[in-house]
């Protein structure tokens, strides 16, 4: 190994250990065993531009064993990344740009947030989707503007997971010829060696799944060079390399232990490991000139590499210029609006109208004038109508916009993320209660603030004779629960076609559209006042209303509005004072002020009764632990959706009592 | 083909057909297309007996693509279980006992809920584990009492989940040998043929796994049989044969097509369909008389091979009578509480101690009394606290109770629930964010009442420097949404005891115990009254109090607890009086009777804080949409916890002002 090699790995363990050991809490032994396989990726390899960690034909590297976040860390300050070294000193610590594991921040060149195993897998899977799109859209003979590879190190943790498999299977069938993925194989996890549950043909399981697949000692530099560059010039497969890793590489007492996993080696096994690689003992967070100088050099390199692009962009422009305008769009998530003329319409002659069925409509109406929408479902596109006919097929041998996940939620959702991280928007279907199958994937994309959309059909009991392993209960709740992550209900056909709006414009965040499988009456707002489903973007507001103050307000989302305001008609024959308030959306009704959340919901009228047909859970929140909740508690059952909204008390006439019982408890 | 054998597979096929027709919903071409194979292992195979489904020596069935649930009912019925034609007739019918997908119950045969892909697979998985642990625990020279074999059929979308790759990497590294998987590659998904998105070769990915491996057509009923004789006679590794069947066989034009996947075949196509496989048009529902004889021959057959193994019981009660005392129990979930005097005891001199930590200590003093308890972590043992000493690993050569699942957290979740139908009380660890990678197993143990115990520690960002990635926040909210799943948050170690006797002794569903990773003190209760740890079966209790009615009450859970303590002295100081609830579980609260609900919060005292360091969802139940609600509603950051806990308000301070401001809010 020459020197200079060995100085710059020793350096980027070392700033890992004193890190870790400064913050006395981290993971050290990742990136001393895997320094070497990131040096030769980051200084032979990997195409960047550390001034501009945004310019668009660069490599992704992702590193999904996040919680090696020191190695990124230390490789993102040494290769001239705005990550100071005071950054890394303060490993951990509040407001640092360094916390426990790596958080997306494009700006100083974390590419996605990781930690959770197996969802930096996934993702890199998704950016490799999404560089085939932009390239094959895009690229032009002479023009290979969107080339790059998506490089990423994994884990055991990471190859153990579902997700990665499930992401794996995808990979391999589209033959995904820009991964290249390096496998940490050090064979030790928190419990010990892997022998204890881990003992599986890795290799042969990838190549099952249509993998290009290599070994490789982790410490031979040329031999890890070679092997890249195969894997680089693999373009039918995409390709896993087994690299042979030491946990904790230089630690005298604990390499190859679980011990240097997920603690502080501790000063004097510090000072034994820094003998051992005779590393000088002081200063801490010691970097070498030479190192320094070598590292750095990626800031020229990188300089050039964007600048020959940016010449070849121009020169695409100038032949392209409206495929030009398009990528620079995709490229700042600033995507053109002119689909919103596109949008249908409904109307109360359409009679009964499943919102899943006017979300079919809304995709089919805007998907030639958007380019940057991208999606598909995991097995259930003619359930959840996500299908958009004439914009092709995502496929092995041709890209299209319909991605054809297979019975693989949770990969949907992690590819999703690797997606919406090139400035696609995507979105993904499943039944609602098939959430829970990605949420660790929907709970990645509200922390990174993702603009990605889910089409969650089949949202309640509706869904009638599939039974309670098919009906969401629970759901509607637990996604509320999540921050950053917006939920809309739309009451009807009208409404969806706000919330497709609502979502396309939210850039911040993900948004989840609930919706049913079963068909609801278009709404006739003319005969209940003068709403429209425009009000939706409020999250709530007035549907039907009454003279003077309410003396009750009935609040329904969804299916069950149309009941409610079934409901507040007999009530008012009977000379009842009610309101109806319909709440698609509690995220955004309490983005608005106060004086319109009260204006909405009057705090003197206690009287409240809301109407669910999901856990009641969380409805005190605007009904007061005096109101009445109507949902449901319990799983549901199989039978037609007509007897079970019955059985479960989801009619007009139970509202009605319900509503009747509250009032007369009040008075008394 | 002989023609009983033909006639027995298309009674299978046309009750299922007419089921589904009169139903005008269901799956139908499942069962036309699997009838061969299921046929041939129920009639040659399968050891059971219909006339006691709960024999401890069957073996087990499971029909992990529980879509097919028709072919389940219709072999039930026809072997001559508790399951009349009628109830095929009333198939997804309100009340019925057979809904869209199958549902535990083994009363009728029925040995797990299927239908979300994946689950059944990685049950067995659970079954196989607890098998092999009961052989090698009770079997004796002469008595193989427990030598029974788990059968499945699988289907592509079981394939394609995650958790099924998770669960096989598992049985084939354990070595799981009395599992027999059928899998029905008819390469058709909802969407279209599986080309479109799923080309891996699965049986290498299954030998990569440690798996025997067989391919067969599904229609030669003497090579299925051979290749299931081969799988079973395969002691020392799983078994998967993959049999090429076909959707929809014998339907002229919906054979091989989407379309016979998930509805109806329509009146004309069911007719051409009979026609074409020479079945009478009349009657619907039609059982030849000899195929009702041939098939129950499966009752007769049952009775001798369960009066055999109760003689070779008996036998062996008499040699090994304690043995024989403990099978009982768990065959029967009816175990004995001797461990109870093992529970130890914390004081407030033991300083701070992690809840995670107590739990460990109750796991460890209880775990020689307790041979019905198994459990381990998704390789967090060290940080879980799940490690039983003394009582050995889960191992290929040898079976003691701690297992180790690896990162698979799904898998453990599924597997939980397979071992918990045998009778066993298996525990699980992970950290409480990566519930979220397990929601479906646990919802499956809900929905089944299983007696299942989650132990999920690092409860809140009191985790620290780990992060964001790893901080829950809408967990806690999103296990109280779901309906039979008991979660227990306990403020000290003292309440930590008292909350595993509760898991322990719940049996009728599933209970989550949320633990702490930083040291909480050991609650001095003298100091504030006369509360006991024991009451936390009741769910909330008065843990501090004041004189009179008090005038403000807080509220909280876990952690959290000390600190509204302390708050509470600073206010009483003041003059105010303050009741603090120590409110560890809902569900066992909403248990209570209104009386002492009342009685604990009192509906005139409306000044009420909750403080919880997790989402405020839910908690206006309890405060009212006036109460003050103290929680997280963004996501977490990385840093010392203590900073974070200040940070994030959850300080006596901060808990003091809020209750102050609320105080006066609700004078003025």
Redesign the interface.
């Known amino acids: 190994m020459k020197d200079i090699d060995a100085l710059c790995i020793n350096t980027i363990r070392f700033l890992a250990v004193d890190a870790v050991e400064r913050?006395k809490?981290?993971h050290p032994g990742m990136p001393m065993g895997d320094a070497p396989m990131a040096y030769v990726l980051w200084t032979r390899f990997l195409r960047h531009n550390p001034a501009n960690p945004y310019w668009p034909g660069r490599d992704r590297f992702v590193l999904s064993a996040?919680h090696g976040s020191m190695l990124l860390y230390s490789l993102l300050h040494l290769t001239g990344y705005e990550l100071s070294l005071e950054e890394l000193k303060n490993f951990?610590?509040?407001?640092?740009k360094t916390?426990?594991?790596p958080?997306y921040h494009p700006e100083i060149g974390i590419e996605t947030?990781?930690?959770?195993?197996g969802q930096g897998f996934a993702n890199g899977v998704g950016m490799a989707m999404a560089q085939r799109y932009l390239a094959e859209r895009y690229n032009r003979q002479g023009f290979p503007l969107f080339d790059y590879n998506i490089y990423a190190i994994v884990s055991?943790?990471d190859i153990?997971?579902?997700?990665?498999?499930?992401a794996a299977?995808?990979a391999?069938?589209l033959k995904l010829g820009s991964l290249v993925y390096l496998y940490s194989d050090n064979r030790i996890?928190?419990?010990?060696s892997t022998e204890?549950?881990?003992?599986?043909?890795?290799?042969?399981?990838f190549?099952?799944?249509?993998w290009h697949t290599q070994r490789v000692d982790g410490y031979d530099l040329d031999a890890i060079e070679a092997a890249i560059k195969e894997a680089r010039e693999t373009k039918d497969m995409p390709s896993i390399i087994l690299v042979r890793t030491h946990i904790g590489y230089g630690s005298p007492h604990k390499q190859d232990t679980?011990d240097v996993h997920g603690a502080p080696l501790g000063k004097e096994e510090v000072i034994a490991t820094k003998k051992h690689l005779g590393w000088p003992l002081e200063p801490e967070f010691y970097i070498p000139d030479e190192v320094l100088t070598h590292m750095r050099k990626a800031v020229e390199r990188g300089r050039e590499l964007e600048e020959s692009w940016q010449r070849l962009f121009d020169e695409y422009a100038e032949k392209y210029p409206e495929l030009a305008a398009e990528i620079k769009g995709i490229i700042k998530g600033n995507h053109p609006s002119d689909w919103k003329e596109l949008l249908p319409q409904f109307s109360p002659e359409d009679g009964g109208v499943a919102t899943r069925k006017a979300s079919g409509k809304v995709l089919n109406s805007i998907a030639e004038k958007t380019p940057f929408l991208i999606g598909g479902?995991a097995?259930?596109?003619?359930?959840n109508n996500t299908y958009m006919k004439g914009v092709g097929?995502f496929?092995p041998n041709g890209v299209g916009r319909n991605i054809?996940?297979?019975?693989?939620e949770?990969?949907m959702g992690a590819i999703m993320n690797g997606l919406a991280l090139a400035g696609l928007v995507p979105f993904g279907g499943t039944f609602l209660?098939?959430s829970?199958?990605m949420?660790?994937a929907i709970?990645?994309a509200?922390?990174s603030g993702l603009h990605v959309i889910y089409v969650f059909t089949h949202d309640s009991i509706g869904l009638?004779?599939?039974?309670?392993?098919?009906q969401p209960?629970?759901?509607i709740?637990?996604l509320?629960?999540?921050?950053?992550l917006v939920v809309i209900r739309p009451a009807d056909a009208s409404e969806t076609v706000t919330a497709w709006k609502v979502a396309l414009e939210r850039k911040d965040g993900p948004t989840a559209l609930l919706l049913t499988r079963q068909g609801v009456p278009v709404i006739d707002r003319a005969k209940y006042g003068c709403s429209s489903p425009e009000d939706l973007e409020k999250g709530a507001y007035v549907i039907a209303d009454c003279d003077n103050t309410p003396e009750l307000i009935l609040i329904a989302t969804g299916s069950e509005v149309h009941l409610a305001l079934e409901a507040w008609q007999r009530l008012k024959e009977k000379g009842i004072r009610v309101r109806v308030v319909n709440m698609p959306s509690w995220e955004l009704f309490e983005m608005q002020d106060k004086e319109y959340r009260e204006d909405v919901l009057p705090?003197s009228v206690r009287a409240r009764v809301s109407i669910e047909a999901g856990?009641t859970?969380?409805w005190?929140?605007?009904?007061?632990?005096?109101g009445v909740t109507i949902g449901i508690?319990?799983?549901g059952?199989?039978?037609?959706y007509k007897?079970?909204f019955e059985?479960f008390g989801f009619t007009a006439e139970n509202i009605e009592n319900e509503a009747l019982k509250l009032l007369e408890k009040m008075r008394s």
Chains 1, 2 share one sequence.
């Open positions: 913050a809490s981290g996040g951990r610590q509040w407001g640092s916390p426990g594991h958080e947030t990781t930690g959770p195993l055991d943790g153990m997971e579902g997700v990665s498999n499930e299977s995808i391999g069938h996890t928190i419990e010990g204890l549950t881990f003992t599986e043909d890795v290799e042969a399981r190549r099952a799944l249509g679980p479902s097995d259930l596109a003619p359930s097929d496929l054809h996940y297979g019975i693989r949770h990969a209660v098939f829970d199958y949420r660790p709970r990645m509200a922390m009638g004779e599939d039974g309670p392993t098919h209960i629970e759901h709740a637990s509320r629960a999540m921050p950053n705090p856990s859970l969380g005190h929140r605007y009904t007061g632990y005096e508690d319990r799983f059952a199989s039978a037609p007897i079970l059985k």
